[in-house]
Nanobody
């Protein structure tokens, strides 16, 4: 079965860093665009970052540009989100998503990121 398992969230103070990761299995990982989304309590889920199937080409939401970096390792079926200069408003559950044109996507269960003093 398809699995996307996030890990690496946690509690960090403002200005700190975290690097959540997502382990994929059960599908052809290298054929999918990978994304990170986040959802804060009471708010809509929002797209944070995208990386194409072969890596290299990335896109970011304006609110994380210059602070976050998405990367992937197709040999390991892994995707990462390096988060630097974290702010309290970055507090959310961060979700891994796999998507391909014309196909339904896959979602992980999320990892909690809390930015607080």
């Amino acid at each position: 079965q398809v699995q996307l398992v996030e890990s690496g969230g946690g509690l960090v103070q403002p200005g700190g860093s975290l690097r959540p990761s997502c382990a994929a299995s059960g599908f052809t990982f290298s054929s999918y665009v990978m994304n990170w989304y986040r959802q804060a309590p009471g708010k809509e889920r929002e797209l944070v970052a995208t990386i194409v199937s072969a890596g290299g080409v990335t896109n970011y939401a304006d609110f994380v540009k210059g602070r976050f970096t998405i990367s992937r390792d197709n040999a390991k079926n892994m995707v990462y989100l390096q988060m630097n200069s974290l702010k309290p408003e970055d507090t959310a559950v961060y979700y891994c998503n796999a998507r391909r044109y014309g196909c339904s996507g896959f979602w992980g269960q999320g990892t909690q990121v809390t930015v607080s003093s």
